[in-house]
Structures are given as C-alpha cells and as structure tokens.
Nanobody, 121 residues
Framework: QVQLVESGGGLVQAGGSLRLSCAAS????????MGWFRQAPGKQRELVAV???????NYADSVKGRFTISRDNAKNTVYLQMDSLKPEDTAVYYC???????????????WGQGTRVTVSS
C-alpha cells in the first residue's frame, strides 16, 4: 500500500509564501516523476509543476518565476515553494507520483488527498 501525504497548505495574504510538502510511504521500489497539480472551484485540475527523478523540472506558465519544485529522493518527498502568491493561486493542491512498487509492477500513478491554499487579496 502506497500513500502520499501532503502538508503545508493554509491561508496567506497576497505576496506571501507557502511551502508544500508531499511524502510518499509504503511499499516503494522506485519513484519516477513527481508533481503538483491544483484545482480551483469550478475549474479543471491543472498541472502546476513536475520534477523528474533526475531533477529536471517543468512549470505552468502562470507560476514560472514564482514557484519552485524540488525533491529529496532519499525521503521520497517532493516540495513546492510558492512565493509572490496571488489570489488566483487559491486552489486545492494535489501531489502526484509515478511509482514502481517492485521491479515487475510497472509504473502506477498515485495521488495525495490534497491540501487547500487560500490567498487573500
């Protein structure tokens, strides 16, 4: 059984910062890409940022220059540093990880339960 547990969400004023964490635990052989997605009320879930096992990153245009994704492979954890937050960043943030639970399993997509970020103007 694999679990992704997010933390770090909350309420912040515009211009402020938050740091999200997502730790994967359980039967894990290898984790490939890890990423953050978000879903605002009435909108579809969208990609925020993704990082490969080797550290290559990709960001949504709306967060480039403000958000930074990083990971600690030894801790099976991915982070999202969010700076210069805007009210339009308000959403539930979900982490996703592409995980092999053993060398035969193939890659399986796992999602966290989500953490709410609210940015007030």
């Amino acid at each position: 059984q694999v679990q992704l547990v997010e933390s770090g969400g909350g309420l912040v004023q515009a211009g402020g910062s938050l740091r999200l964490s997502c730790a994967a635990s359980g039967s894990i052989f290898k984790i490939n890409a890890m990423g953050w997605f978000r879903q605002a009320p009435g909108k579809q879930r969208e990609l925020v940022a993704v990082i490969t096992r080797g550290g290559s990153t990709n960001y949504a245009d709306s967060v480039k220059g403000r958000f930074t994704i990083s990971r600690d492979n030894a801790k099976n954890t991915v982070y999202l540093q969010m700076d210069s937050l805007k009210p339009e960043d308000t959403a539930v943030y979900y982490c996703k990880a592409d995980i092999w639970i053993n060398w035969l399993s193939g890659e399986v997509e796992y999602w966290g339960q989500g953490t709410r970020v609210t940015v007030s103007s």
